[in-house]
C-alpha cells in the first residue's frame, strides 16, 4: 500500500496556514514558530494523515512524524529524524554526514520509546508558547521529573512553566509499546512507534488535557516535546521545544 515511486506535492501559503493542493496530498499544514501540525488525505495511500514536524533550534534538523488513519483506525506510522543539505551532490563532507545520519537512524530508528527509567532524573529545558492564533506568548521551563519505583513503574512531576498554575503529579507505567498515567492529577494513556510516543492526558477537576508527541532522540538523554492544550474542546495552546535529561 505505501510503494509508490514519488509523490508530488504543491503548497501554497494562504494566511497563517500552507494549504496542499495535490497532486498527491490534499489538506492544510499550521505553523508555529519552528513546528508545523498538518492535516491532509494521501491520495495513492488512501489515507488521512496527521503529520508533526518539530524543527530543532539548530534550523536544521526537524523531527517528523506522520500517522495514517483509516476512519478513526491507525493503519500506519512513519518517523524520522531529518537533517537538510543544500549542497549534497557537490560537497563530500556534507554527503559524508549526511551518510553517516542515515546510517546511524537505520541503526536505531526502531528503538523503543522507553524513559529512563533506572535511576530518578528529570527532562528539563525551554519551550516556546504560541496560543490557537499562532502567535508566540513567549518561553516557559519545564521540567518532567521521574522517581523510578520498579522497571516499569515511575512517579512523575511534570511542570509546564504556569500553564496549569501547579505541577501535576501521576504515576506512569508502561507495557511494552503502551503506557498509562494514573494520576492524582493526570489520566491518560500513550502508544509508542519506536521512538515516538502518542499521548493523551486529562487534568483531573478540570476542562483540560494535554495531547501530544514526544520523541526520544539519543538515548533517551534528549526529547522533542510537541503538546497541544485544550480546554474543552478548544486548543488553547501549542507548546513545542528541546528538553534534556539530568540525573538527580
Known amino acids: 500500500r505505501l510503494e509508490h515511486p514519488a509523490h508530488l506535492l504543491r503548497v501554497k501559503h494562504e494566511a497563517n496556514a500552507r494549504v496542499y493542493e495535490g497532486v498527491d496530498f490534499v489538506g492544510a499544514g499550521y505553523p508555529y514558530?519552528?513546528?508545523?501540525?498538518?492535516?491532509?488525505?494521501?491520495?495513492?495511500?488512501?489515507?488521512?494523515?496527521?503529520?508533526?514536524?518539530?524543527?530543532?533550534?539548530?534550523?536544521?534538523?526537524?523531527?517528523?512524524?506522520?500517522?495514517?488513519?483509516?476512519?478513526?483506525?491507525?493503519?500506519?506510522?512513519?518517523?524520522?529524524?531529518?537533517?537538510?543539505?543544500?549542497?549534497?551532490?557537490?560537497?563530500?563532507?556534507?554527503?559524508?554526514?549526511v551518510d553517516a545520519h542515515v546510517e546511524c537512524e537505520?541503526?536505531?530508528?526502531?528503538?523503543?520509546?522507553?524513559?529512563?527509567?533506572?535511576?530518578?532524573?528529570?527532562?528539563?529545558?525551554?519551550?516556546?508558547?504560541?496560543?490557537?492564533?499562532?502567535?508566540?506568548?513567549?518561553?516557559?521551563?519545564?521540567?518532567?521529573?521521574?522517581?523510578?519505583?520498579?522497571?516499569?513503574?515511575?512517579?512523575?512531576?511534570?511542570?509546564?512553566?504556569?500553564?496549569?498554575?501547579?505541577?501535576l503529579r501521576f504515576s506512569r507505567s508502561r507495557h511494552e509499546n503502551k503506557h498509562f498515567y494514573e494520576g492524582p492529577d493526570l489520566f491518560g494513556n500513550a502508544i509508542g512507534y519506536g521512538r515516538a510516543l502518542f499521548t493523551i492526558q486529562h487534568v483531573f477537576g478540570e476542562a483540560a488535557r494535554i495531547r501530544g508527541r514526544e520523541f526520544v532522540m539519543d538515548d533517551t538523554n534528549t526529547l522533542s516535546v510537541v503538546w497541544e492544550i485544550f480546554r474543552g474542546d478548544r486548543c488553547e495552546h501549542v507548546v513545542h521545544g528541546v528538553l534534556r535529561w539530568e540525573a538527580l
Not at 139 to 161: F, K, M, N
Open 106 to 167: 537505520r541503526a536505531s530508528g526502531s528503538r523503543p520509546h522507553v524513559p529512563p527509567v533506572r535511576q530518578r532524573g528529570a527532562y528539563r529545558g525551554e519551550v516556546e508558547v504560541y496560543d490557537a492564533r499562532q502567535t508566540l506568548q513567549g518561553r516557559a521551563a519545564v521540567s518532567i521529573e521521574h522517581t523510578p519505583t520498579s522497571l516499569q513503574r515511575a512517579d512523575v512531576v511534570l511542570d509546564l512553566g504556569g500553564l496549569f498554575g501547579k505541577p
Open 33 to 97: 514558530g519552528t513546528l508545523v501540525l498538518g492535516q491532509d488525505y494521501c491520495i495513492p495511500w488512501t489515507s488521512d494523515n496527521r503529520v508533526t514536524v518539530h524543527v530543532l533550534p539548530d534550523g536544521k534538523t526537524q523531527v517528523y512524524s506522520t500517522v495514517l488513519y483509516q476512519g478513526p483506525a491507525i493503519h500506519a506510522v512513519i518517523n524520522g529524524i531529518y537533517v537538510l543539505s543544500h549542497d549534497y551532490a557537490t560537497n563530500t563532507e556534507t554527503a559524508r554526514a
